[in-house]
């Protein structure tokens, strides 16, 4: 199971940034977003399967209807001339990140209760636990993200109509 | 269920699996080809019509025209299969599948009757058992992953009307899923759960402690919403025959169109089936506190086909709205509405009811 859902994840990733045309390299980012979702129902978290599916793929939707609105969708981009120096620059970058992101992730304390088997296995989370957790741990972050979002609301509907 | 499971050398969890995925799959998609039926007869009848009664099995057996579905089932396969030049082919193809598969799935979460025990086991009637932990969640994102159907469909056409249509059913879609959401984060919050069993456990079998009594605000709005995500009139802009051709499948034909117009009913089922249980207290029988589990499954069946019949009674009763209207019901008066109503059940229940 998670072999399929990494390769799904994968695939839609490479799908996307190899694709010449943007709508279906949109359509590829959504299959990658669903290999996470898949994942994340692996980790015993369905909530954030549920909550990806709904926020992120919804989001790329808009994205593809934008693409389709401003630009002539149908042709395939003429690649650009390329420059060495970036491409080295960027496969450096990346390397780093990559080493560092993997890192990360096996010196978190989550590695070690994935090997926890059996009845001490934490359970599955639910929306009640992120309420909770949210409200009652992060009620600060929560409130600081609310007021961006909506500060970013206002600021997209100030710019969009210059004359209100 | 036990001497079956040991008959087919499985064990009664595998067998009753494989049983669920037969009934939800086969049931909602069979239902939904019987609905194409159901909507002629019955815009036949609203009409002062008689609709398709010719059709018969072998020439002879007519059941006022049953077959009708059977006979349209076998034209589409036999008709010339078009794939339109300047069209994107992979796309134009997947397109139907990306609208079957979600209407289809939507279903899986749906308690069609009551647990029952036999021989040392429970039984759910849901294909995810209570407790999965997606619970109504997961509707709402399969629901969400409809528009892609339409959208993919309608911009692989490569066709002015039918990427018109697209565009318009995805801002459609797009503007109503908030309502639809903030009604249903209500029930959750008076419920005290999110999984369906639970919703269902919280109304009871008292027809006036459903939530379609409790809540008729959000059933309002969630009832309006569902005629917007299933892309039916009065909302049907995907379409709008009268406007723009047949909208995003105006380049489809044979089994492709009929798998896009099989996914718009299944997800006609699956809307009702939502409203059956959110609103109207799912399998529960009224006035019986523990009944019988073939009549609840009767119980809810009734419920969701009614529904299914209103989808239909509405779309040859109402006019289809202009596009601004939609917008306008959509942002000024169904969001306004579901704020209302999630605001107003927080504040009782910080009172303490």
Redesign the interface.
């Known amino acids: 199971m998670f072999i399929t859902f990494a390769l799904i994840t994968l695939l839609g990733a490479l799908g996307m940034l190899l694709q010449k ?1 943007v ?2 390299a949109g ?1 590829c980012m ?1 299959a990658a977003f669903f290999g996470v979702a898949g994942l994340f129902v692996l980790l ?4 954030a ?3 990806q ?2 926020v992120y ?2 989001a790329i ?2 994205l ?2 934008f693409v ?2 401003m630009l002539s ?2 042709q395939e981009e003429s690649a650009a001339v390329s420059h060495p120096v970036q491409r080295w620059l960027s496969v450096a970058l990346l390397a780093v990140l990559a080493f560092g992101a993997v890192k990360l992730v096996f010196a978190s304390p989550g590695v070690k209760t994935l090997a926890v088997k059996g009845a001490a296995m934490p359970q ?5 636990t992120v309420g909770t957790n949210l409200f009652a741990d992060h009620l600060l972050g929560f409130e600081v993200a609310g007021l961006v979002l909506l500060a970013a609301m206002i600021g997209a509907v100030a710019l969009t109509k210059r004359n209100l | 269920m036990d001497k079956l499971a040991s008959l087919l050398h499985t064990s009664p969890a595998i067998a009753w699996m494989v049983a669920k995925l037969v009934i939800v799959f086969g049931g909602v998609f069979s239902l939904a080809a019987l609905w194409t039926w159901v909507e002629r007869r019955g815009a036949a009848m609203i009409q002062d019509r008689i609709g398709p009664n010719r059709a018969a099995l072998f020439g002879k057996i007519k059941i006022i025209g049953l077959a009708q579905p059977l006979a349209d089932g076998i034209k589409f396969f036999f008709k010339e299969d078009l794939v339109p030049n300047d069209a994107n082919k992979g796309l134009f193809w997947l397109a139907p599948f990306l609208a079957l598969v979600p209407a289809l799935m939507g279903f899986a979460v749906i308690p069609f009757g009551r647990s029952f025990v036999s021989g040392g086991h429970e039984y759910h009637m849901a294909l995810l058992d209570p407790g999965n932990g997606m619970g109504l969640l997961y509707p709402l994102a399969i629901g969400g992953m409809a528009v892609y159907g339409v959208l993919v469909a309608a911009w692989s056409s490569n066709n002015k009307w039918a990427i018109l249509g697209g565009m318009r059913s995805s801002a459609t879609m797009v503007s109503y899923e908030i309502g639809m959401s903030l009604a249903v984060v209500t029930i959750f919050m008076t419920a005290g759960g999110y999984d369906p069993s639970e919703v269902i456990k919280a109304q009871g079998h008292l027809p006036w402690a459903w939530n379609i009594v409790r809540q008729p605000l959000g059933f309002i709005v969630f009832f309006t919403c569902m005629f917007a995500e299933t892309n039916r009139l009065p909302f049907d802009f995907a379409e709008g025959e009268s406007e723009i051709v047949a909208g995003f499948n105006t380049e489809y034909g044979s089994m492709k169109f009929s798998l896009l117009a099989l996914s718009e009913y299944c997800h006609l089922m699956t809307a009702s089936a939502l409203i059956a249980t959110l609103y109207f207290g799912g399998w529960q029988v009224p006035f019986m506190q523990n009944p019988p589990v073939m009549l609840s499954v009767a119980s809810f069946l009734v419920k969701m086909l009614f529904f299914a019949w209103v989808f239909v009674w509405i779309r040859w009763t109402l006019p289809r709205f202009r596009y601004d209207q939609l917008m306008h019901l959509g942002w000024k008066a169904m969001l306004p509405m579901s704020m209302v109503n999630l605001v107003f059940h927080a504040w009782r229940m910080s009172q303490g009811h």
């Open positions: 045309n709508v279906v359509l959504v015993a978290n369905p909530v399967a549920a909550l599916i709904i793929t919804g939707m808009v593809v209807l389709i609105m969708s149908h599955a989370m639910t929306l009640q």
